[in-house]
Structure formats: structure tokens, C-alpha cells
């Protein structure tokens, strides 16, 4: 079992619709949880963290995470074609240590 | 205010070769991780470095090497290259005992 998984995709979404990207991970000791955006050819840029259970907004995105289920989620209201990438979950299971990486889900927003 | 950068942009090498990344960190961080990422997959950790000692090192072999000088800069070094070695090396900076992690624009490595 892989300790962060993703669905690869493509996730096909009209520009304007929600996206909805999805992540779980096997350590229960994790604490720390990030959503990074990477473009193709760049490197990972942070758009969300999370470290409790419920949701958290920041403008069109929302990170949800549920520990007792291992899951969390990433949503992406009135998609744009800018949101076009690749979105990696990644897991921290200590103090600001080694972050643990799914392979990422790319995302199309299609006009 | 300098986020994370690293040197060369890009580099082409050949096996059996060496070769030297380096990193400086964004202001204000003193804590640096190195990640392999190949085509297609998550970044891999590598190791990380913490008032110039190495605190963690993920399933990489003892080719790869680092250093972190008293400016926090940070160096990754591979010996007797593979081409399996190919990939992006991205750096990221925190703070110790804090996230998130800040990544630079990467340094891609072509093994021939």
C-alpha cells in the first residue's frame, strides 16, 4: 500500500465547475497536511494546508480533512483554465520533517 | 523579500559522473529539504538539513550527499551518476518546527 494515494486522471472539468481532488494515506500519526499546484515543466507551489479535521477556505479552494477516515480533499469552486495542473497531496507524519508525497492528480478545466 | 533558489537551472552529465546542486534558502528559514522528482511521480525526500547536520534521510544510497553552510544554504551532491539519477531536484526551505515547505524552481538533471 502506497503511504500517499492520489488518482492519477486526468480530472476533466468544465471552466466554471467544482473540481474535486481526493487523497488518502496510511500513517494515522500524520499531522500536517498540503495540497501543492504544479505546472508542468515547474516546481510545486503551496496552495492549501490543513492540520484539523474539518474544512478549511481560502478564496475559491477548500481543504476537508478527516483523520479518523484518512482522507483528505481538495476543492476548486468556478474552475478556470489557469487551474490546469497537476495537484499533489502531500503528508507530514512529524514536527516539520519530511513531507510524503502522492503522485498527484492532473486536473483539465475545459472551456 | 528572496524565496528559494537554486542553481543550475539545468544540467546534462554523464554516468559515472559527479555532480554539485545548491540552494538558498527564503529568508528568515533555517531548515533545508532536497526531493527527487521524476517524470511523472510525487517529489521523493532525500534528506534534510538542520544546523548544518543531516536530521533525516528517506531510502536513498550513500551517493547522495549533502552540506548545509552557516548562511543555511544548502548543497546536494551525487557521485558516480546513473541514469536513473535523470530527474528534477527540487530544495525547500522552512523554518525548524514549523511548515509549510517552500520549494524553488528546481534543477533539472539529464544523465546521458
Known amino acids: 500500500q502506497k503511504e500517499v494515494e492520489q488518482n492519477s486522471g486526468p480530472l476533466s472539468v468544465p471552466e466554471g465547475a467544482i473540481a474535486s481532488l481526493n487523497c488518502t494515506y496510511s500513517?494515522?500519526?500524520?499531522?500536517?497536511f498540503f495540497w501543492y499546484r504544479q505546472y508542468s515543466g515547474k516546481s510545486p507551489e503551496l496552495i492549501m494546508f490543513i492540520y484539523s479535521n474539518g474544512d478549511k477556505e481560502d478564496g475559491r479552494f477548500t481543504a476537508q480533512l478527516n483523520k479518523a477516515s484518512q482522507y483528505v480533499s481538495l476543492l476548486i469552486r468556478d474552475s478556470q483554465p489557469s487551474d490546469s495542473a497537476t495537484y499533489l497531496c502531500a503528508v507530514d507524519t512529524g514536527t516539520a520533517s519530511k513531507l510524503t508525497f502522492g503522485t498527484g492528480t492532473r486536473l483539465q478545466v475545459t472551456l | 523579500d528572496a524565496g528559494v533558489t537554486q542553481s543550475p537551472t539545468h544540467l546534462i552529465k554523464t554516468r559515472g559522473q559527479q555532480v554539485t546542486l545548491r540552494c538558498s534558502p527564503k529568508?528568515?528559514?533555517?531548515?533545508v529539504s532536497w526531493y527527487q522528482q521524476a517524470l511523472g511521480q510525487g517529489p521523493q525526500f532525500i534528506f534534510q538539513y538542520y544546523e548544518e547536520e543531516e536530521r533525516q534521510r528517506g531510502n536513498f544510497p550513500d551517493r547522495f550527499s549533502g552540506h548545509q553552510f552557516p548562511n543555511y544554504s544548502s548543497e546536494l551532491n551525487v557521485n558516480a551518476l546513473l541514469l536513473g539519477d535523470s530527474a528534477l531536484y527540487l530544495c525547500a526551505s522552512s523554518l525548524m518546527g514549523y511548515q509549510p515547505q517552500h520549494f524553488g524552481d528546481g534543477t533539472r538533471l539529464s544523465i546521458l
Open positions: 500513517d494515522r500519526g500524520s499531522q500536517s
Open positions: 529568508s528568515g528559514h533555517d531548515t
